[in-house]
């Protein structure tokens, strides 16, 4: 089945050590997004890549980036977490007529910072 | 801008009855509206999305919502939970100018009980 794929579902990182999270696509979606959740609270939009084009929210800090090397794949990397990057970090894809395509999300990255 | 809002955080309701989740939304263009669910530690699914149309839209599992355009509301309904139905809910709206970038509203957990 076609799916978005994110690895590792469960990550634990130090305070200041970089994390890359991992998300990769079957559906050859050309829109693809990072959400951050954090505990009970609604998901948050970090940026998304329309193709190669890269879209970051106004709002995002610095410490968080992204790479697109492909289609299929897309990284989420923390520079230096904080102790208040700990979330759920979900991965969507949407379709080339992105109005009328819904998100398809994947299970998420939970992200622990010790 | 747009904004979301569930008016309810947790729903108890007993197994067989019915369930409505409130969402009210604000935006000064065209909206298009969706109700997604989360399953814990998984991401988020799509139950259903309302474009154009048909007022009354069905969705997978059993659900409907009901756009209404005076109220600016988005309410899910479904006649008969499951246990299985136990989850967390959340209405999103995107609009033709956000690239299908969705705003979340804070979910509604839904508690479903013998």
């Known amino acids: 089945d076609a799916m978005v794929i994110q690895n590792p579902r469960y990550q634990v990182t130090q305070f200041g050590k970089p994390v890359t999270l991992s998300c990769s696509q079957t559906?050859?979606?050309?829109?693809m997004y990072w959400y951050q959740q954090k505990s009970s609270q609604a998901p948050k939009l970090l940026f998304h890549y329309y193709d190669k084009d890269f879209n970051n929210e106004a709002d995002t800090p610095d410490n968080f980036q992204s790479r697109r090397p492909n289609t299929s794949f897309c990284f989420l990397d923390i520079r230096s977490p904080g102790l208040g990057d700990a979330a759920m970090y979900l991965c969507a894809t949407s379709g080339r007529d992105r109005f009328y395509s819904p998100l398809h999300f994947g299970n998420g990255t939970r992200l622990t910072v010790t | 801008a747009q904004s979301v809002t569930q008016l309810d955080s947790q729903v108890p309701v007993f197994e067989e009855a019915p369930v409505e989740l409130r969402c009210n939304y604000s935006s000064s263009v065209s909206v298009y509206l969706f109700w997604y669910v989360q399953y814990p530690n998984q991401g988020l699914q799509l139950l259903l999305k309302?474009?154009?149309?048909?007022?009354l839209v069905k969705g997978i599992n059993g659900f409907e919502a009901e756009f209404n355009k005076s109220q600016t509301s988005f309410h899910l309904r479904k006649p008969s939970v499951h246990i299985s139905d136990t989850a967390e809910y959340f209405c999103?709206?995107?609009?033709?100018?956000?690239?299908?970038?969705?705003?979340f509203g804070a979910g509604t957990q839904v508690v479903v009980t013998p």
């Open positions: 559906l050859n979606h050309n829109v």
């Open positions: 309302y474009l154009s149309g048909s007022t």
């Open positions: 999103a709206v995107s609009d033709k100018d956000s690239w299908g970038k969705l705003q």
